[in-house]
């Protein structure tokens, strides 16, 4: 098994800062913060034959977990329909189809589903809860452009703690307890770092693309730098001089594995910083410059709008007409 996940932890981040100090980096933690992915919870529902939805596609990934029964799912334009089974759990992050039978007639599926009357004792019927992950910002982490547009974990691959935290969201769903909407979103989030760690641990070594630099000491010590210090002045010389690598193989192995080049993701991170302080904080267009490794408030402006195709005065002014 790949031990991916302890790479990150643990041996490929810890890095020593200038002053030889040792501190640990969750990359993963850091990813995710980075691409603020929230998990929404939309409906717990039971059906009974005939029955099937569709799910379109959107800036987000849909979440299913069959909780009684099974299902099939397949994917806008394939074939091949998924059995999912009691237990199961998938993520999707395209247009699928989900029934109690391969192919079957599909409806859209809405949340007001959560308001649909439950069958008393059915001779067979399918439990689901839908929900789904959404990202802030409109071009995420090149990690999730390595996933599959369909993770599916069956009850025997998933450990113990997953399995216990999928108990509680199932339990949360069926009550109406005071703060319940807050709790069923955090468990969400949490559950999204176990089935990353659950999917990374079942790949072989054989995979290419960013998650193949997260086993390379000296790329993963180079994300963690940038992702540390985006304020730094940083040039792809000082960026191979501090991982220990030449330039030119510092800058082929990251454009490889990672799919751009080391400034071009280090640009992307941190308009990603920028569009959060943009929404988040008062900060002044200046001020979140120094931040974000820029000279002025004008040069971050011209870099920004070149990114996103908004002025980021514009994301102040009306953060609901952000590009999400």
Not at 53 to 74: I, K, P, R, S, Y
Not at 163 to 183: D, Y
Not at 229 to 244: D, F
Request: negative net charge; charged residues 15%; aromatic residues 8%.
């Amino acid at each position: 098994m790949v031990q991916i996940l302890k790479n990150i932890s643990n041996r490929l981040n810890q890095e020593k800062d200038e002053q030889g100090t040792c501190t640990t980096f969750d990359l993963l933690t850091e990813l995710l913060q980075s691409t603020q992915t929230t998990g929404v919870l939309f409906a717990h529902t039971q059906h009974t034959p005939p029955w099937g939805f569709v799910f379109e596609a959107q800036q987000n990934w849909g979440f299913h977990l069959v909780t009684e029964g099974d299902c099939f799912l397949w994917l806008e334009g394939e074939d091949r329909a998924h059995h999912l089974q009691t237990g199961d759990l998938v993520v999707v992050g395209s247009k699928h189809y989900l029934a109690h039978q391969p192919h079957s007639p599909c409806i859209p599926f809405t949340q007001d589903l959560v308001l649909a009357p439950r069958p008393s004792a059915p001779a067979k019927q399918t439990g689901l809860i839908c929900g789904a992950y959404r990202f802030a910002c409109s071009n995420p982490h090149p990690i999730f452009s390595c996933l599959p547009p369909l993770i599916h974990l069956s009850q025997e691959m998933l450990p113990a703690s997953v399995t216990s935290l999928l108990q509680l969201v199932e339990a949360e769903m069926l009550t109406s307890q005071p703060g319940n909407h807050t709790l069923t979103n955090h468990l969400m989030d949490a559950l999204f770092v176990y089935i990353l760690r659950t999917w990374l641990e079942n790949q072989t070594n054989e995979h290419h693309g960013w998650l193949g630099a997260l086993r390379h000491p000296s790329l993963t010590q180079a994300i963690a730098l940038l992702h540390k210090q985006p304020e730094k002045a940083w040039t792809l010389e000082k960026i191979s001089r501090a991982v220990g690598m030449s330039r030119a193989s510092f800058a082929r192995h990251f454009a490889e594995d990672v799919g751009v080049p080391p400034m071009q993701y280090l640009n992307q991170h941190r308009m990603k910083i920028a569009y959060q302080l943009l929404h988040t904080t008062p900060l002044s267009l200046d001020e979140i410059a120094t931040r974000v490794g820029y000279a002025t408030g004008f040069s971050l402006s011209k870099a920004f709008k070149q990114q996103f195709g908004l002025s980021p005065r514009h994301i102040h002014a009306s953060p609901n007409d952000a590009p999400l």
